[in-house]
């Protein structure tokens, strides 16, 4: 085509919005929708073919600035508090499935170089699988969701250092026109390599920590959102291009620095909120890109090693995670977690294989079981997550009635979910900054409140001031049925998420048909949405700000 940039955004998005919509009929996750539009564009399947360049070019931005988004809700403190798991954790999980997969390299017949980049390419995890998965779950912020981004974080960085040794020890591993053999200078490489990423981070650490944050405060003050917004994606891109470009380190982990230290300014959250839209956008891009590089013919051709593949990538590293979280005294729903989570691989995987077929090491079978095992990891991910939802359902379940809830991560006691004792009182699900107005307004009236939330900062500030509050997602039926909703005066759904405020208006309705329920919604899509499923009232933010200057106007005339 003559537009080869714009043919592939919009046939990637447009096929990707068709069968993520075709996926999420059939109650399937949409990154189901997405990796087969992929197939569809891909170079083996007839017709249309996107440029395969450009695609993984635009999901590298989705990539940065989704790790910049999460570096927004992240602080150095906080990661540094998972360094003694993560460390250790990630190195040793590489290390086992590395051996995994030179073990099943072993067997069909290649090198131990091609069986080490093999391993080294199935033992890193997709950025972009995990921390949608995370996100979807708000589990982000959680101890748990720190944990695997913290191992996560890790794998990048050894990965990092990986893709400068491999050039300088291939002649020795035997491949073709490897670099020198010379263990003096590969010595230095590495160290020059370690020096660039301490630099960066340095550097992000004592200039950016200053820079960053004035910047936005400077673009704030000018009273321009299309500033602001400018501003934000320079940050998160610029950072992630100059770490690549200046220090060797990957678009991810500078985009993610970047997020980290903007974290601390008051303005992150706005900064968040800028990037969700182009973040989203991206990241569906990045799933149409793996999808190309699938070949469905191997699955016929070479089904046994595809198995064996897909074997070490959900079951060999998962329990290997498993089994170090536990030995470190992490209890089994942390463990699972991190286990799930890790259960696929992505771009640092193709990046790796791809630089393994150029030296020699790795021949072509290699890099195609790769490209099918994350593919085939990617789309079955999701359904482990469902598992793992189900699962911990039950053990909570089974806790509830045998014995007390199991320590959390960082040494708090969970306690099990009781049914609160209030009568003729308000519900609010979601103490954010609509929340807490509320939640003020009812105070000053003498209103008994209940407050549902997940954030552990705000139910600290909640259990500060005695407001009865229950830990979790309100989308939960177990939760939701905690707060009495039969004996209720009404339910505040004040959460910004109107497709998870439509799941929790409707768990609701299910409770209580006849209770008073309203919702916010930032669009009359969203309006719609949410009465579909049984709100009684939608406050569309928009027409209340109309109709608050009306009134106004009214009052100024009088």
């Not at 509830?400 to 960082?410: I, Y």
Request: glycine share 10%.
């Amino acid at each position: 085509m003559a537009h080869p940039l714009i043919s592939t955004i919009v046939i990637a998005l447009a096929l990707a919005w068709v069968f993520g919509a075709l996926a999420h009929r059939l109650r399937l996750p949409p990154l189901v929708g997405y990796l087969i539009a992929g197939v569809l564009i891909g170079p083996a399947t007839p017709g249309f073919v996107a440029d395969q360049t450009l695609a993984s070019e635009l999901a590298e931005i989705g990539v940065i600035l989704l790790m910049f988004g999460v570096g927004l809700h992240f602080s150095l403190e906080q990661l540094l508090s998972v360094r003694a798991i993560a460390v250790p954790g990630a190195i040793a999980q590489i290390a086992c499935a590395t051996l995994l997969g030179m073990a099943l390299a072993h067997w069909l017949g290649w090198s131990i170089g091609a069986g080490l980049v093999f391993g080294l390419a199935l033992s890193v995890a997709s950025t972009v699988v995990l921390l949608r998965a995370l996100q979807e779950r708000r589990l982000v912020e959680t101890g748990r969701g720190r944990i695997a981004v913290g191992w996560l974080i890790v794998e990048d960085m050894v990965m990092v250092l990986t893709l400068v040794l491999l050039p300088a020890f291939a002649g020795v591993l035997g491949g073709e026109g490897g670099g020198t053999t010379d263990f003096a200078g590969v010595a230095t490489a590495a160290a020059l390599t370690i020096g660039k990423i301490a630099a960066f981070v340095a550097i992000m650490l004592i200039v950016g920590k200053r820079l960053i944050p004035w910047v936005l405060h400077y673009m704030a003050h000018t009273g321009s959102r299309e500033l602001f917004r400018l501003a934000v994606f320079v940050i998160a891109l610029g950072a992630a291009f100059a770490a690549a470009e200046l220090f060797g380190v990957s678009f991810a982990l500078g985009a993610f620095f970047a997020g980290m230290i903007l974290s601390e300014s008051p303005l992150s959250q706005r900064a968040a909120e800028e990037t969700l839209p182009l973040r989203d956008a991206f990241a569906v891009i990045f799933f149409v890109s793996v999808g190309m590089l699938f070949k469905p013919a191997i699955l016929i051709e070479d089904p046994l090693a595809v198995l064996a593949t897909l074997a070490i990538i959900l079951l060999g590293k998962s329990l290997a995670a498993f089994a170090i979280i536990r030995l470190f005294r992490y209890p089994a729903s942390t463990a699972l977690l991190v286990s799930v989570s890790l259960a696929q691989i992505g771009e640092f995987s193709f990046i790796l294989a791809g630089l393994g077929v150029d030296l020699g090491l790795l021949p072509e079978r290699g890099r195609n079981l790769i490209l099918a095992g994350a593919i085939l990891s990617i789309l079955l991910n999701p359904l482990l997550f469902a598992g793992l939802d189900m699962l911990q359902a039950w053990r909570d379940k089974a806790k509830a009635e045998v014995k007390p809830v199991e320590p959390e991560e960082e040494g708090a006691a969970r306690e099990p979910v009781r049914p609160t004792a209030l009568n003729d009182h308000v519900v609010l699900v979601g103490h954010g900054r609509v929340g807490g107005v509320i939640r003020e307004s009812l105070a000053e009236k003498k209103v008994p409140l209940l407050v549902i939330e997940n954030d552990d900062e705000r139910l600290a500030e909640l259990k500060a001031q005695g407001i009865e509050a229950i830990a979790g997602n309100a989308a939960d039926p177990e939760i939701i049925a905690a707060a009495n909703l039969g004996a209720a005066r009404c339910l505040l759904v004040a959460i910004p998420d109107a497709f998870e405020g439509g799941q929790v208006v409707e768990q609701a309705r299910a409770l209580s048909p006849k209770l008073s329920i309203i919702a916010r919604a930032h669009s009359e899509a969203e309006v719609l949405h949410l009465k579909k499923h049984g709100a009684s009232v939608v406050i569309l933010s928009e027409h209340e700000m109309a109709r608050a200057m009306v009134a106004l106007v009214s009052t100024a005339d009088a």
